[in-house]
Structures are given as C-alpha cells and as structure tokens.
C-alpha cells in the first residue's frame, strides 16, 4: 500500500513541477517581450532617396510624321497574335531569348501584347508592348493568347 502511495505522490509531484516550469516559461516569454516580431533592419541602400530621372526632350511629330495605326498594323509579322500577360507581378522582357540576357523593360500584369513569334523550342516569345514602344522576349508561360486569335 505504501508503494501505491509514493508512486501516487510521485506522480502529482511531477505534475506539479511541468505545470510550475510550463508557468515560468509563459511567464519569461510574455514579460520579456520574445512574443513581438522584432523591428525590421534599415539599410544604408533603402535609406537613401532614390534619384528621378531626367525627362528625355522630343521633339513633337507633325501631322505627317504621326505614325499610322493602319500602316503598323501591317508591319506585324505573319503569324503574330494577341496576349495577355497572366503573371501577377508582371514580366521582364530581355533582349534575347535567354534568362542570362540583358533586362530591357518590363511589362505589367493583365497588359495587352502583341506576340511577334517565338523560338523554336516554343519557350521564348518576342513580344511588343501595347503602345508600340518595348520589343522584347519573356518566356511563354507567362503570357495567355486571346480569345479569337
């Protein structure tokens, strides 16, 4: 019977102290502030402001300079088509089909763009913008084709 006791005793004495280092515990990670998120680091680069850049002076077309809408059209190649880019951060559009090319631009996401063609392995496209002024190639699936083209 004294056996069932100390182990009975031993048992709720060991209850006890997980509950009490459980409490100390909470305690210690309440008090010492280990719950918040710590602030966010400030580096030299993001603290300096960033330099505007200087507009670039053109000269206004004339009438008969104006680019025809008409004759653009038929400047596209054969076989070109419509898209629309599906990546929700937008796209970077390289100079050649390849990761390792030169960054040119960029083109946002739900953008209108004219697919010009494409590599053989079907994974590059060169594309235009939707005002005419970026030519570029990103990579095909990031980009969905028109309904109707």
Known sequence: MINVIKFLLGVILGIAALGAMAG????????TNLSVQPKRPQFAEENKPKPKPKPIATPKPTESEKPDPKKEEKELPVGAY??????????????????????I??????????????????????????DGTLEGWLKSGNLERDPGN
Do not use: C, H, P
């Open 24 to 31: 100390a515990g909470g305690y210690y990670f309440f008090t």
């Open 82 to 103: 419509g898209a629309t880019v599906i990546w929700e951060q937008g796209v970077s559009l390289r100079q050649e089909a390849a990761d390792s090319s030169a960054k």
């Open 105 to 130: 631009g960029g083109v946002a996401f739900k953008e209108k763009v004219t697919v010009m063609q494409e590599n053989t392995e079907k994974t590059w496209v060169q594309i235009r913008n939707s």
